[in-house]
């Protein structure tokens, strides 16, 4: 499987655009970089 370097990143700018819809409930360490942390979204009204 490849895995794209540039995932995170990608993944930071998804929580960005989404951040008026979508709060970061729980920081994860990343599952393709261990360095770099992920934001568990949970959606809210």
Known sequence: MFLNPFLDQIYSL???SFAQSYECSEIIPSPNNP???M???TRYV
Do not use: A, F, P
Request: hydrophobic share 45%.
């Open 39 to 41: 934001c568990v979204l």
């Open 35 to 37: 360095g770099q942390k």
């Open 14 to 16: 998804y929580i960005l």
